[in-house]
């Protein structure tokens, strides 16, 4: 028979020494029963060698039957321990305490079977344990210590000794409260006192600045009652464990995770800065500093690559434990050079980051270089700096400084990494707010140039615009508005949308303005306006999926309106654009119904116009929407809310303007979308500035409707302009006779300039051409040309209205 641990069939997960073997007896027995395995200790216990004991049934062994629940017939059990009655090789009985182990192939017995142990009674003394314990106790890895009924200290173990830094001798007959002088010491007895009282275990977290520390470290204090055999509480037993790593490692990860929802919640770069500092002080310093290169906010390109001292920098951010930033010698938003040999330098230079202890010589270089800076850290106290280069995308940015006055703990290694990291975040947001500024400026720059500045009066409305970008966080639109002049004293009102933000959503907006005053100069109706205009951004975005541009694709929303101040019909047609509001002179406000037609780039579908006839004195109100329309806000209600505002009285249009806009918007400087706003309070031409003459259709009237005009003319007081007007008037009306239809109507429309129309059924366009030096006729529109600002021909549904425009101021 092989002992137990020497034959590969009965290798078991203990190991078989001559020590091990002497205390225990050991023994295997396989499913069936039958002893396998027989060590020495198991000899001395019964007397058996292994070969006269090893292939026998282990009941044999029993002095009596064995029971169920005992080896091995406790089948259900992985494991079994009690008291066995055995027989000896001598015959004579003894119970011994016996353990059993279910074997397992886990163990590399692919049989089964159990494992049998069984301690021989120990050759110690009572005085012995005592010494082992009392040797265990000084040498336990944890901080332990034992106190009486009275909380008064008994035991010490060295680790407690090192921890508060006094020997045994010295804190025995003490108090918690005696030994630590701490708050945290007291509430830690009030806990100890409260297992005396109880004889339940307790727990304490503590905070506590001890002699082996510089500064203070966190400890779990486990409390336990000592109890007599009656079940008497006669002390506590207080083991400590010091979680200081532990909580410090879990205060970088909170941190971390803090910088990464706090840092970079807008496209600020100074809100960005500070968020970062806000986030360091006070958990990784007492004082923080962001400083920038000043051409970010230059706009510049900046150069890859570490900086050359010395280094030029912007303060854009501070924070500090102390109200008020006292320790800061550069003001916000101040540049300051910073030289060889300051913190911000020296990890620029390299493009590392440092760590420097605030030493006597490194103070006396500063007091050389930089008398203020060094005034400052010797008047707080600064011990610890800590800095670190801002970099994004191989750009250097600049620095960021941490220091510690207050907290008496230096920067460590695991320090300068957390703050690489959450600096490294930090510069990742303000690498896209610099960005995004630099691409938003090119975007406003871009969008103001298209839109229009003061509005130039116009006869026909007094107008009033507003535009408003959106915040940095969503981005410059394609948000328009344009008053165009039409012929015949009219305008055309518009207000468009153009989808998306940014430098595409501004250039596609320029591209639509620019293309809305091209036909708007033809005097299209709306309604035909839009339908060309869909058909140019459907061919805009096709252009740019074939070049394969960026968020080529272009859509957006417009309204179009036309205003006659002689007959006071407004022409209204829609893309996608919401309805206007109006107020009529009596106050009431309403929302005109404009068959909606699809938003422009869509295709396929009709646009229709509404027609009305407008009280003077009306209030058009053009708007797109992000006025009405918010994240928590439904539009229905948004524009239940400026119906509101609208019928409010004001003085004038522009604070009616003012007073939507802080109504409708929670934070006008800061709108969530760009919002264009344009008003229009309607006028009239009457009588005394319009004349209307219908032309017979033949030659013979061209002498008389000429001569009526000249006494119109006189009639005005424009005398001056007689000569002019009767030569446009004869070659307008002599054209429409000779080469329109019926009914011919001549109409003067006195402005700021002189109007004549005339008008006739027939569709067929003039144009201007160069006659040859033997044609008899084809001067007459190019002299009216010559003579005039400007003529054209407007289309309409009855014929065409040749119109041109004489200036009345004198030359």
């Known amino acids: 028979m092989t002992p137990i641990g020497t034959a590969s069939k009965n290798r078991v997960p203990w190991p078989e020494d001559a020590a091990a073997a002497a ?16 060590n020495e200790s198991a000899r001395r216990l019964l007397g058996y060698t292994s070969e006269e004991i090893v292939g026998r049934q282990a009941r044999e062994l029993l002095a009596g039957e064995p029971s169920a629940e005992s080896p091995p017939f406790a089948a259900s059990l992985r494991r079994w321990d009690g008291s066995v009655t055995l027989l000896h090789q001598d015959g004579h009985s003894l119970t011994v305490r016996l353990l059993a182990h279910r074997r397992t192939q886990d163990s590399d017995d692919a049989e089964g079977g159990w494992f049998l142990f069984s301690a021989l009674a120990p050759d110690s003394s009572p005085s012995k344990d005592v010494e082992l314990v009392k040797w265990a106790f000084a040498g336990s890895p944890a901080t332990a210590s034992l106190y009486d009924a009275n909380l008064r200290l008994r035991l010490a173990n060295s680790d407690m000794e090192r921890a508060v830094g006094l020997s045994e001798e010295a804190m025995r007959g003490l108090r918690v409260s005696e030994i630590v002088a701490d708050p945290q010491a007291v509430r830690t007895e009030r806990h100890m006192r409260r297992v005396l009282e109880t004889g339940e275990p307790d727990q304490v977290q503590a905070l506590l600045k001890l002699a082996d520390r510089r500064g203070r470290s966190t400890w779990t204090i486990s409390l ?15 083991s400590g464990r010091d979680m200081t790593e532990e909580h410090r490692a879990r205060n970088r990860l909170v941190l971390i995770n803090e910088a990464s929802v706090r840092i970079g919640t807008t496209l600020d770069l100074d809100r960005t800065a ?3 500092a806000e986030v360091a002080v006070p958990r990784l310093a007492d004082f923080v500093t962001v400083d920038l290169v000043p051409s970010i906010e230059d706009g510049e390109d900046l150069r890859a690559g570490p900086l050359s001292s010395p280094v030029r920098l912007r303060r854009v951010a501070c924070r500090s434990v102390l109200e008020g930033c006292p320790e800061a010698v550069v003001a916000q938003g101040a540049v300051a050079a910073y030289p060889r040999g300051s913190p911000a330098a020296e990890c620029l230079s390299p493009g590392r980051p440092l760590i420097r202890e605030v030493t006597p010589a490194k103070l006396a270089v500063w007091e050389k270089n930089a008398p203020d800076r060094a005034e400052r850290v010797r008047k707080y106290g600064f011990h610890s700096v800590l800095a670190v280069p801002m970099r994004a995308r191989g750009i250097t940015l600049g620095a960021v400084t941490f220091s510690r006055h207050r907290r008496p703990e230096p ?7 957390l703050a690489e990291e959450i600096t490294a975040r930090a510069a990742v947001c303000i690498d896209n707010a610099r960005r995004y500024g630099r691409e938003r400026r090119t975007s406003l720059t871009l969008q103001s140039s298209f839109l229009p500045g003061r509005p130039p009066q116009q006869a026909a409305v007094e107008i009033a615009t507003r535009y408003l970008p959106a915040s940095a966080r969503a981005g410059v639109g394609g948000d328009w508005f344009d008053v165009i002049p039409l012929s015949g004293a009219r305008v055309a009102l518009v207000v468009g949308d153009v989808v998306g933000h940014g430098i595409q959503a501004s250039a596609a907006m320029g591209r639509l303005r620019t ?66 509001a109006l107020m009529t002179p009596e106050g009431g406000v309403e929302f005109i119904d404009i068959p909606v037609g699809p938003p422009l780039g869509v295709g396929g579908l009709p646009f229709e116009t509404t027609q009305l006839e ?17 994240r928590d806000r439904d539009p229905e209600e948004g524009a239940n809310t400026l119906r509101e505002v609208l019928a409010r009285p004001a003085e004038s249009l522009e604070e009616r303007c003012d ?11 800061r709108p969530a979308d760009d919002v264009a706003l344009l008003m229009a309070r309607t006028r009239a031409m009457d009588a005394a500035h319009v004349a209307t003459w219908d032309v017979p259709h033949e030659a013979a009237a061209v002498a008389k409707v000429r001569k009526d005009a000249c006494r119109q003319l006189g009639e005005w007081g424009l005398d001056d302009a007689v000569f002019i007007t009767e030569l446009v008037v004869s070659e307008l009306v002599t054209n429409a006779i000779r080469y329109g239809d019926a009914p011919i109507r001549l109409r003067l429309i006195r402005d700021r300039n002189l109007i004549i129309e005339v008008a006739d059924g027939s569709s067929t366009a003039p144009h201007l051409r160069r006659a040859r030096v033997s044609d008899e006729g084809g001067r007459g529109l190019l002299l009216v040309a010559q003579l005039t600002q400007g003529w054209g021909t407007r289309q309409t549904y009855t014929g065409k209205t040749i119109w041109a425009e004489q200036s009345l101021t004198p030359i």
């Open 411 to 417: 920067f460590e290694q695991d320090d300068l990494l």
């Open 659 to 669: 007073t939507v806009l802080r109504t409708l918007l929670p934070d006008p400087d």
């Open 614 to 630: 407008l009280p003077v004195g009306s209030v058009l109100t053009l708007y797109t929407n992000g006025l009405v329309e918010a």
């Open 224 to 238: 336990a009652p000592v109890l007599d055999p009656g079940g008497s509480v006669r002390g506590v037993l207080a």
């Open 274 to 276: 500070q968020e970062l």
């Open 23 to 38: 205390g225990t007896a050991r023994v295997t027995v396989d499913p069936r029963g039958t002893v396998t395995g027989w």
């Open 515 to 580: 293309a809305v005053r091209t036909l708007a100069d033809v005097d299209l109706p709306p309604d035909e306006l839009l339908t060309h205009l869909d058909d140019l951004v459907i061919r805009l975005s096709a252009e740019a999926d074939s070049a394969e541009v960026p968020s080529g694709d272009i859509g957006a929303t417009m309204l179009y309106v036309v205003y006659d101040p002689v007959t006071r019909l407004c022409t209204l047609a829609r893309a996608g654009h919401p309805v206007p």
